[in-house]
């Protein structure tokens, strides 16, 4: 097992530009989660999928960020337009409807310039 | 608002020390609290977890105590390693169900050879 694929690893943007962020779950996990992590905030959740389907968005700071769960197999989360505060750390994690623990990609490093 | 409070939010201890991390939370309807490893570059990682109805769980050197009443539960490292150097964190469940989880800011920990 691959574990939870994340891409790509490293992400420098000028401000203003459009950023995408992937996330492959863990084939049969039927959860998706998207957390940022700073210094300052710690791990936020953004955003929540159960079976493809957005359950809980309150995390998403604003409508510049989107998130979207085509298939069970891929996520997207989009940063339209991307500011220097957005600068952290993107993480992707899945879990099975049965096991209570994540497993985490090993996340996106965003920096907006 | 914080759900889980995490401390001490960083830690050094000596190699074959005990380390020593707790954490408090507000709502008495969580069911489980897991900890998390984080290693640099990593995305965290499940540790050991433990539920409320028992008061200790250990496996290894890590050993959790948890305490209903006072709602607070802790980790406990005993016979730190260097390799233990990390981040953890506490989690509790967010939510009833489908185990979306509240983490605390993390500690870092550093064990000195």
């Known amino acids: 097992d691959a574990g939870v694929i994340q891409s790509p690893r490293h992400e420098v943007t000028e401000m203003g530009q459009e950023v995408t962020l992937r996330c492959k779950p863990i084939?049969?996990?039927?959860?998706l989660f998207w957390y940022r992590q700073t210094m300052m905030r710690g791990l936020e959740l953004l955003i929540y999928f159960n079976n493809n389907v957005p359950i809980d968005d309150s995390g998403m700071p604003e409508d510049r960020f989107s998130a979207k769960m085509p298939n069970a197999s891929f996520s997207t989360l989009k940063i339209q337009p991307s500011e220097p505060r957005d600068s952290a750390v993107y993480f992707c994690a899945s879990r099975t409807g049965t096991v209570y623990g994540y497993t985490f990609g090993s996340g996106t490093r965003l920096t907006v310039v | 608002q914080q759900q889980v409070k995490q401390s001490p939010q960083s830690l050094i201890v000596q190699k074959g020390g005990i380390s020593i991390i707790n954490c408090a939370y507000e709502?008495?309807?969580?069911?489980?609290f897991p900890w998390y490893q984080q290693f640099p570059g990593k995305g965290p990682a499940l540790l050991i977890a433990?539920?409320?109805?028992?008061s200790e769980k250990k496996e290894g050197r890590f050993t959790i105590s948890f305490n209903k009443s006072a709602k607070q539960f802790s980790l406990h490292i005993m016979d730190s390693q260097p390799g233990d150097s990390a981040t953890y964190f506490c989690a509790a469940p967010r939510g009833s169900t489908l185990g979306r989880l509240y983490f605390g800011r993390g500690t870092q920990l550093t064990v000195w050879p």
């Open positions: 084939s049969g996990h039927n959860s």
């Open positions: 709502n008495t309807a969580f069911d489980y």
């Open positions: 433990i539920r409320p109805d028992v």
